[in-house]
């Protein structure tokens, strides 16, 4: 890759192919080096990508974490329903049935 100041070069992540010149980042989302002539800008922009990626695998792992524990506690909740003899009300949508 060319390097020019008008140039920017994104770090890739660590499964992707590394051209010559472009930085991969571990699975942490942390940089494993940084070349000797990156600029200022380069560097800030680098750190936030690094920064924005961490936040986003972070927000991601807690609403899969919340998803899973709304799913244990439906599951929970239609076996209660079930010992209570009510089937009418474990239907999806908890319509009432017919009659």
Do not use: I, Y
């Not at 390097?3 to 590394?18: D, E, F, G, I, T």
């Not at 200022?40 to 990626?53: K, T, V």
């Not at 076996?79 to 017919?98: I, N, Q, V």
């Amino acid at each position: 890759l060319p390097h020019s100041p008008s140039s920017v070069h994104m770090a890739l992540p660590a499964n992707a192919p590394s051209p010559v010149g472009v930085l991969r980042l571990p699975a942490s989302g942390q940089v494993v080096a940084a070349a000797a002539d990156d600029s200022p800008f380069e560097s800030a922009l680098r750190d936030a990508h690094g920064r924005l990626m961490a936040a986003h695998v972070a927000a991601v792992g807690t609403l899969e974490g919340e998803l899973q524990r709304m799913r244990c506690e439906n599951t929970v909740l239609r076996m209660r329903l079930a010992e209570l003899g009510s089937p009418s009300e474990c239907r999806l949508g908890g319509a009432p049935g017919p009659g």
